[in-house]
């Protein structure tokens, strides 16, 4: 978990360890169904930050409603290069899906 800066910065060393992501590190950062998806690309418009952080565009944050101080799941696939950030929307949706699947047929 990570918090949301007011200029829509993550900053995790762990996972940006995880990932091997250093400062100047070439990123694509796109919306998919809600999630943010940070993936390595030597061509990628967007760059690891000097201090050694992901800044989420504002077009990205506002289409997956994530606002400053937002807490945010982050999800590392060293192997594929990339990171998956879930807004709390996101969590929301994906938490009621399990409960509805687990608890259907069940009578509070």
């Known amino acids: 978990m990570s918090t949301l800066d007011a200029s ?3 900053a995790d060393r ?11 590190f070439r ?3 796109r919306e998919s169904k809600g999630l943010t998806v940070v993936a390595a690309d030597d061509n990628g418009l967007f760059r690891v930050t000097e201090q050694g952080n992901v800044h989420l565009p504002a077009a ?13 799941l982050l999800v590392a696939y060293p192997a594929a290069g990339l990171l998956v950030v879930h807004s709390p929307a996101s969590l929301d949706a994906l938490v009621d899906a399990i409960h509805a699947q687990a608890l259907s047929g069940e009578q509070s």
């Open 8 to 10: 829509g910065r993550i």
């Open 14 to 24: 762990v996972i940006m360890r995880a990932l091997g992501w250093a400062t100047g």
């Open 27 to 29: 990123l694509d950062i």
């Open 60 to 72: 990205v944050r506002h289409w997956c409603r994530l606002g400053p101080g937002d807490r945010v």
